[in-house]
């Protein structure tokens, strides 16, 4: 009877074992796939579109971004500035 008690536990040890690396593994695994996805996804930042032909208040700001961009874009991924007419506040 013992060695039934014995055997039973060293089945159990070798289960939590297997799982604790399938947990690990995945967690590598997912946090890899995640990475690479995020870093290599593009971003995009939204601006408000001039209020009429004059309005000039926001061209430096996005001229700004754009440069920040460019020169950021090696060591963070491609980016860009689009106008929109939808209200982003």
């Given amino acids: 009877m013992p060695e039934i008690v ?19 593994f995945c967690g590598v695994f ?22 009429g032909e004059s309005d000039t208040a926001h061209d430096y700001y996005r001229k700004l971004l754009e440069l920040a961009l460019e020169r950021t874009q090696e060591e963070y ?3 860009s500035v689009s106008v929109t007419t939808y209200n982003v506040t």
């Avoid at 014995?6 to 690990?24: G, V």
């Avoid at 995020?38 to 930042?45: N, P, R, V």
């Fill in 6 to 24: 014995e055997k039973n536990r060293l089945i159990a040890r070798r289960s939590e074992f297997k799982r604790c690396i399938s947990f690990i």
């Fill in 30 to 51: 997912l946090s890899v796939i995640f990475g690479i996805a995020f870093t290599a996804a593009a971003q995009d930042i939204r601006i408000r579109a001039p209020q």
């Fill in 77 to 79: 991924g491609p980016g």
